[in-house]
């Protein structure tokens, strides 16, 4: 009873604490591009060489084609048949839209769809799709918390919010998410077979062979992304755009944006901005936005509109 009495107050609360993000974010990107020099930015982005183009672009088809490795082990995961050509396609496809639109939407809404189409009961999509985002953030873990805990990644000295935005701080984080990553290998091997119940859906852990390759997979992903930014800071350091990288991605994922829109500027111009010009800092961002988004979500759309012409005819799908 005082729980329901209450969710009302938590669902408020947490509308406000979002609107309250939006506007913090909205008034620090308005600040930033005020001072930003544009033509600047224009410059760097035409300074661009070729070679540098061609090297991020092979490093995101890279990225786009292990990620389809998600999918993959995820139908050993939930014991589904389809073919291999076609699960990539759609984890390709998926991937695209949920970095553009939403995980939501895009990773969870395209694979029920685009699997239930193959005949793939809707209680093994939602098996799928749990396994790939579990996949996409126990990889994050041991490579975040192993940047965080060395000390590779070090804020500017006047972001110290809360003690966790200095460099003590984030080892402490670090510490935590590398205990995280452990403790989910641990009930890997432990609880192997086991099944747990919760409100109605059950699941079951990975074996530890599966789990590790979960976080060879996804580790090696988020690395793979950090790379593409580098490209484009040649200056800045592997290790702190990585690592800026990765802070952005888990406050996009709390503050639910889409791309991360704004989100990933702001971080980067606070963390990379005493060291690197931000005319340099914005492009190279639109440059990793426009060769990991939008390129992607282009190739996506129309493998998408291909698959579904030449698809085979929607059938129901077992509620199990």
């Known amino acids: 009873m005082t729980a329901h009495l209450h969710r009302p107050w938590v669902r408020r609360a947490r509308r406000i604490g979002f609107a309250l993000f939006l506007v913090a974010v909205t008034f620090l990107l308005v600040r930033a591009a005020q001072k930003i020099a ?17 090297k991020a672009i092979a490093l995101t088809a890279a990225s786009f084609t292990l990620y389809t490795g998600f999918d993959l082990a995820a139908r050993h995961y939930a014991e589904h048949h389809v073919p291999t050509p076609r699960v990539m396609a759609i984890s390709f496809i998926a991937y695209a839209f949920s970095l553009n639109i939403g995980a939501v939407v895009g990773g969870a809404g395209f694979r029920f769809r685009m699997y ?10 939602a098996r799928v799709v749990v396994f790939c985002v579990a996949t996409n953030w126990v990889g994050y873990l041991p490579l975040a918390g192993t940047l ?31 205990a995280a990553a452990l403790a989910y290998l641990i009930a890997c091997r432990v609880t192997h077979g086991r099944v747990f119940h919760l409100r109605g859906q059950h699941f079951r852990f990975p074996t530890l062979r599966l789990a590790l390759l979960q976080i060879a997979m996804a580790a090696t992903n988020w690395t793979l992304m950090g790379a593409i930014v580098a490209c484009f800071l040649p200056r800045t350091g592997d290790a702190m755009v990585l690592g800026t990288l990765l802070i952005a991605a888990i406050i996009t994922a709390l503050a639910h944006i889409p791309a991360g829109l704004g989100v990933v500027e702001t971080v980067f111009i606070a963390m990379l901005g005493p060291t690197t010009p931000a005319p340099q800092l914005i492009a190279a961002l639109l440059a990793f936005r426009a060769c990991y988004f939008l390129a992607p979500l282009l190739v996506a759309s129309l493998t998408f509109v291909l698959l579904e012409l030449r698809g085979r005819p929607a059938r129901a799908a077992p509620l199990r």
């Open 116 to 125: 239930g189409r193959e005949g793939v009961p809707i209680g093994r999509i």
């Open 148 to 178: 965080f805990a060395s000390g590779a990644v070090v804020p500017p000295p006047d972001l110290a919010l809360g003690g966790f935005a200095t460099g003590a701080g984030l080892r402490v984080v670090g510490v935590v998410m590398l």
């Open 38 to 54: 544009w033509h600047e930015v224009w410059a760097a982005l035409r300074a661009m060489d070729a070679a540098t183009l061609a």
